[in-house]
């Protein structure tokens, strides 16, 4: 079974700094899809970004961008320029690239709460 | 934007009544999921449904909680009797496979 490790419970960056969130994983597929949610304190899961793991290419949305290391199983989510509003839960998940029975799930870390400070 | 609605948003109940919170999926999406979040637990999965046929409901106490999507526009998760220890904020979700899931904004169940 496959598995998400979040090893930073909470991180703290000050306003227009850039903060680096980790993410590790471990599963015996080739193919998958890698995931960062946000849950700001309303509660909504907010898709953040999305990495292909046949993709050598880094994901970027805006001022949100990844270091995916497929070798070391590595998922990090780096934030620039930070604002108030990146003040959340952020979640890594993983989703196998099967489309059957099970496999389309998507398996949670545990989260990592992220500061946003003056 | 497309969204996942949920209702009701927030439930309080007490232990022993029976609980049903909704979800309509965004319009073509195939795949429905229904998640738990605790503090302890984090995110569970605990049902989904593609082209509304369960594929998992493995994740639910099969004495107490049921999964259904009666059409392509509602889920619903229920739970008959409810417990206090079922207190958690319930997530769906949908998409379509090889893309992102679009969650709802959660139902936030106390039961007392």
């Known amino acids: 079974a496959q598995t998400v490790t979040q090893s930073q419970p909470e991180m703290s960056v000050q306003e227009a700094e850039t903060v680096t969130l980790s993410c590790t994983y471990d599963?015996?597929?080739?193919?998958?899809?890698l995931f960062w949610y946000k849950q700001p304190p309303s509660r909504q899961m907010i898709l953040v970004i999305r990495?292909?793991?046949?993709?050598?290419q880094n994901a970027t949305e805006n001022r949100f961008s990844v270091n995916f290391q497929k070798a070391a199983k590595s998922f990090s989510l780096k934030i620039s320029d930070s604002q108030l509003g990146d003040a959340a839960m952020y979640f890594c998940?993983?989703?196998?690239?099967?489309?059957?029975?099970?496999?389309?799930?998507?398996?949670f870390g545990t989260g990592t709460r992220l500061q946003v400070t003056l | 934007d497309a969204r996942v609605t949920q209702t009701p948003r927030d439930k309080v109940t007490e232990m022993g009544q029976e609980v049903t919170m909704r979800c309509q999926p965004i319009?073509?999406?195939?795949?429905v999921f229904w998640y738990r979040q605790t503090m302890m637990q984090g995110l569970e999965l605990l049902a989904y449904?593609?082209?509304?046929?369960?594929l998992d409901d493995s994740g639910m106490p099969k004495d107490r909680f049921s999964a259904e999507m009666p059409d392509a526009t509602l889920a619903t998760l229920k739970i008959q009797p409810s417990e206090p220890r079922d207190s958690a904020v319930y997530f769906c979700?949908?998409?379509?496979w090889g893309r992102g899931y679009t969650f709802g904004s959660g139902t936030r169940l106390t039961v007392v």
């Open positions: 990495q292909e793991a046949y993709k050598q």
């Open positions: 319009l073509g999406h195939n795949t």
């Open positions: 998940a993983y989703r196998s690239a099967l489309d059957t029975g099970t496999a389309s799930k998507l398996t």
């Open positions: 979700a949908s998409g379509l």
């Open positions: 599963t015996s597929e080739s193919d998958y899809y």
């Open positions: 449904f593609r082209n509304r046929a369960p």
